[in-house]
């Protein structure tokens, strides 16, 4: 009897420690920018594959970590979907995580502002070309959010738009959490749009 007290008193603690360890592992996380800068390079072709070896970046940008290869990070951890929800999209170190996960099968899809996705050096058409599913709003409102939902329990929101502008000299901030509480919500948001962005949906005459 007393063995098998002591027996259930065991495993009951062991799933305590599991399920505190779990918690402790959660990711939460806060970016601030402009991003001090630093060399994404190698973690990018790290990520790309280069036949197994990280590149070799003969810039002079410090290795250190910054704001920018965090979140490149975070993005590259996914491993079956992103979505993304952004006003405005230009940075070519994010451009090319996203290209990245395509080419490894992780399903991507994007919601973008209609006046914002073919300004100069946007990424929407690079990711197009690609094969990535793209939409955009059509009404004249701004389509303003700037979110993206990694494997569906990882959200990344904040004020940052993904620009070269925003990253490097605005004030900006980003949260990361795996809060169910809170990613469910901009699931639920994204699912809405994705569904309104639907061309299928659009009135081209009145």
Not at 165 to 171: L, P, Q, R, W
């Amino acid at each position: 009897m007393r063995a098998g007290l002591a027996l259930g008193l065991g495993v009951g603690l062991g799933l305590a420690w599991l399920l505190a360890a779990r918690r402790r592992r959660a990711v939460r996380e806060v970016l601030f920018f402009p991003s001090r800068p630093c060399c994404t390079e190698e973690l990018l072709a790290e990520a790309e594959g280069c036949d197994g070896r990280p590149a070799t970046c003969p810039c002079p940008l410090p290795r250190s970590d910054c704001s920018l290869s965090r979140l490149l990070r975070r993005l590259l951890a996914a491993r079956r979907s992103l979505e993304l929800c952004l006003f405005a999209f230009s940075s070519p170190e994010l451009g090319r995580a996203v290209c990245v996960l395509h080419r490894r099968g992780v399903r991507i899809r994007v919601v973008t502002d209609s006046q914002y996705m073919a300004l100069r050096g946007s990424q929407i058409g690079v990711l197009r070309l690609l094969g990535i599913q793209v939409r955009h709003n059509q009404d004249v409102a701004f389509m303003h959010h700037k979110f993206a939902i990694v494997d569906k329990k990882v959200l990344i929101t904040g004020s940052l738009n993904w620009t070269v502008e925003a990253i490097h000299n605005n004030k900006e901030n980003v949260v990361i959490t795996e809060d169910a509480e809170y990613v469910q919500p901009f699931l639920d948001e994204f699912e809405r749009i994705w569904e309104e962005c639907n061309p299928g949906n659009y009135t081209f005459f009145s």
